[in-house]
């Protein structure tokens, strides 16, 4: 297994869809999944330290773990069918151990909350996964949810003009996953 960390929450600018983009905890590797909007408000809540005025469903779902004496123990992204990612919370209860088949934003919105290991199984990682910098995360491809769009003209001119060279990698990505209206297998999860 690979451990991750969320590294961020982006929204193509292509098509306002959402993806969570995992980094390997020791490396430069990253693996970005398509999620719903709901679900990346859901782990974006946690990313920002945001408490919501009344408990979101992965909040309840935390806090009925707790309520029947279950612990997390950690969650793992297991499995890639076409585009669609699986997962499992694996948890131990006092009658044993528990694994609960799970959507992956599910899974991460989960451990998230319950502050526990991510972590991603080696194939899916080695089919799925992209190396890139940091300098790439802040392309115009994508932008954090928060975060306002930047018209061209007003870049700052502290800031390092960004390359075709540099972009090619995402722009690859994007346009290879952002058929959702021709291809039902590419819609978030």
Known sequence: MIRVTVDSV??????QNRVVVLR????RRYLPIWIGQFEADAISFVLQSLTPSRPMTHDLLNVVFQELHAHIEHVIINDIQDT??????????????????ARSSDA???ALRASVPIFVAPHVFDQSSVPFDTEEQDTPLFRSPGNALRDEDS?????PATSDDTLSLFRDFINSLDNDDENPKNKPE
């Open 84 to 101: 669609t990612f699986y997962a499992r919370i694996v948890a131990t209860s006092p009658t044993g151990p528990i694994e609960i088949d």
């Open 10 to 15: 982006r929204v193509s600018l292509l098509t």
């Open 24 to 27: 390997e905890s020791d490396s």
């Open 155 to 159: 870049t700052p001119s502290n800031e």
């Open 108 to 110: 991460i919105a989960l």
